[in-house]
């Protein structure tokens, strides 16, 4: 089916269903390529003033524009991240008609941009530290770059391809595997066992509650319906919304609310992992100009600035498979306001507690969840074969993403 016959079934009148394809004007096209040259200007400018400061005069073009490359592609990560996982974030208030498609993606990307600049950057810290302190002070040797640009694309290759394929899937697994593929691998190189190549204790912490988190927002949200149904006993908040009328004003204002908690959450934790893939790459590449920071975890302001740019900006695009998703493959009825005001309260809730303890978590798996429980709750019914492609993909993201960094790290090596 080709996307102009996609767009006109998917959107027939009188569903209810939202209008996701909306017309970009010129003005918003024109502002989104300036924020996209100035973040990109001001990255650049900043890093040639960290090496600069840090008295660095010896850097030959080829290393210099590997290291350009790399914070491209890793820039380029956090903007899929940007329209991979907000989507969750806006597929409520959309579903609910509480905000129009395009207010509701520009909403979410100035939330995600303060939640990144806002953020601690305990998280970062411990993308950091899943791999040894050993192998990051000898990664500015010649597998420094093979390093960097084995997890950069194994990230971004296992992203893209279930973007496409409209699955939910997590890019903090994909990260974290994608580490750990190549810790294992390069201490295998080094004829070592791979079980050096990694620290475990922090990979655990990070998997604990990558597991769990899906599980927390399925039960939580399914309670948090069930309580709402016994204490307000307003019928409209437990309907699916009638043709294109956006609900009650104090409907709205809440899932407003809960889509600008989870925005802030996503931007606060998801952006940190692109700040610490980025102090990978710095570390990594210039460790003269670059170090590990003491136990105050303290980030260059230039890196939280053009994460925070990269996330917001991929907010902007790409939104509408994931969109479609959560919206209507999920549950076998349309999503009601009780519905969509649960799932964000509890991704919400989740996701900040998270970003509290330093623990990576999937904004994606986590609303998913959020929305599937409140559909058994509420006995609406779950579709089954949407439900089990999601499965598939939170069971494989991680050794995928593992074997396929390790074959990368492997090949680049030998290059």
Not at 129 to 138: D, F, K, R, V
Request: overall charge positive; some cysteine; hydrophobic content about 55%.
């Amino acid at each position: 089916m080709s996307q102009n016959n996609a767009v006109s079934s998917f959107n027939p009148p009188g569903t209810g269903r939202p209008g996701l394809y909306p017309r970009n004007s010129r003005l918003s096209q024109r502002l989104f390529m300036l924020l996209l040259l100035y973040g990109l200007a001001f990255a650049a400018l900043s890093l040639y003033q960290d090496i600069a400061a840090a008295g660095v005069s010896n850097l030959h073009f080829l290393p210099f524009l590997l290291l350009g490359l790399a914070l491209l592609t890793a820039l380029a990560f956090e903007f899929v991240n940007g329209f991979h996982d907000t989507a969750n974030a806006v597929a409520t208030v959309i579903y609910t008609h509480s905000l129009p498609p395009t207010v509701a993606v520009v909403w979410s990307g100035m939330f995600n941009f303060l939640g990144v600049m806002l953020s601690s950057g305990v998280v970062a810290w411990g993308i950091i530290s899943l791999l040894p302190m050993e192998l990051l002070a000898q990664a500015s040797s010649g597998h420094g770059f093979a390093m960097i640009y084995a997890l950069l694309f194994s990230a971004m290759i296992w992203n893209l391809g279930t973007w496409w394929l409209g699955l939910p899937s997590s890019s903090s697994h994909t990260l974290i595997g994608s580490i750990i593929g190549v810790g294992v691998a390069n201490a295998l190189m080094q004829g070592q066992s791979g079980v050096n190549g990694v620290n475990w204790e922090q990979a655990r912490s990070a998997g604990y509650a990558l597991l769990l988190s899906p599980v927390i927002g399925f039960a939580c949200a399914a309670l948090l319906l069930l309580m709402m149904k016994l204490l307000v006993r307003n019928r409209q908040l437990y309907r699916a919304p009638q043709g294109n009328t956006p609900p009650p004003l104090w409907i709205r204002g809440m899932l407003i609310l809960t889509c600008t908690g989870v925005s802030f959450a996503h931007g606060s934790n998801d952006g940190q992992k692109g700040m610490g893939l980025i102090m990978l790459i710095l570390v990594g590449s210039l460790p003269s100009a670059y170090s590990l920071y003491d136990d105050s975890h303290v980030i260059p302001l230039w890196v939280k600035v053009v994460v925070a740019i990269a996330l917001a900006l991929g907010t902007l695009v790409g939104w509408r498979r994931i969109v479609l998703t959560v919206g209507e493959k999920i549950g076998k009825a349309h999503l009601s306001y009780a519905q969509g005001a649960s799932a964000e309260l509890v991704a919400m809730g989740t996701i900040g507690a998270a970003d509290a303890f330093g623990l990576p978590v999937s904004t994606t798996h986590v609303l998913s969840s959020g929305v599937a429980g409140t559909m058994a709750a509420n006995g609406s019914g779950v579709q089954m074969a949407t439900l089990r492609n999601l499965l598939i993909a939170w069971v494989l993201t991680l050794p995928a993403s593992v074997l396929l960094s390790a074959l990368l790290f492997w090949l680049f090596s030998q290059l």
